[in-house]
């Protein structure tokens, strides 16, 4: 089910505005491995795949997303995507004993602006399948000219506390003596990384990113969370067709 959601979205993501139908159609697409750190206690590093969509109209929109309006400077967009959260808990054993969670599908809508360094985008996203919590994203891009493509960024985030409490919060029911209850408030984070596009040849085009978010104190203080900066990212390639 995960992974043909991730097809779907990754399909969405190629869909043309009806203002550019008449140019002809491209994609450039591919996969990419993932490795992420476990804030949460006991947690084991996650190692996985996601589809890679790269857009060549420079607006780095980060995830599946239809363009509903666009000029040379500025694009809005509607998408779908999955939280970056761990419903898994990084499978940790001593947190085997708490109520399984499910993944969360975000309905997100955005819009990203050039401007003559790089870009700024801002996000705002609502889970509909889990905890239907918000959260909201204000990002900069940098551009800077240089041969690997290199795109340094940095990105607040606003996390709502149904989100919060849904994957750091512990119900009574869950309490133990090493463990206790805990309710989690709505929370900033601060997440910074670097980009990378290398292009292969005409059509094949290697891409990789490498991240750090921290986290705020409604969620560093959960007692199921071990360390409030993780890292993560990924490493693959993308096909233009």
Excluded at 64 to 91: H, K, M, N, Q, V
Excluded at 133 to 141: F, H, P, S, V
Aim: aromatic residues 10%.
């Amino acid at each position: 089910m995960k992974y043909a959601l991730c097809a779907a979205l990754a399909f969405l993501a190629t869909v043309q505005t009806p203002a550019n139908a008449a140019e002809p159609r491209q994609w450039n697409i591919g996969l990419a491995a993932t490795v992420d750190q476990s804030p949460f206690v006991g947690g084991d590093t996650q190692i996985g795949v996601k589809p890679v969509i790269i857009k060549e109209n420079g607006f780095d929109i980060t995830g599946p997303a239809w363009s509903f309006s666009a000029t040379p400077a500025r694009e809005f967009y509607i998408g779908a995507g999955l939280d970056e959260w761990d419903a898994e808990r990084g499978d940790s054993a001593a947190l085997q004993d708490m109520a399984e969670l499910d993944r969360a599908i975000n309905l997100r809508v955005g819009s990203v602006w050039k401007l003559t360094t790089g870009t700024i985008s801002a996000d705002f996203a609502q889970d509909v399948a889990a905890h239907e919590g918000a959260q909201a994203k204000l990002r900069y891009t940098h551009h800077p000219d240089m041969p690997l493509n290199l795109r340094p960024y940095a990105e607040l985030q606003w996390l709502s506390a149904d989100l919060t409490d849904y994957y750091v919060g512990v119900d009574a029911a869950e309490a133990k003596a090493d463990r206790p209850a805990y309710q989690a408030d709505d929370s900033l984070a601060l997440k910074v990384g670097v980009k990378m596009e290398k292009p292969l040849s005409r059509r094949l085009t290697l891409v990789g990113n490498v991240s750090a978010n921290s986290y705020g104190s409604a969620i560093a203080d959960s007692p199921i969370i071990e360390s409030n900066t993780v890292w993560g990212g990924y490493a693959g390639a993308a096909y233009r067709w």
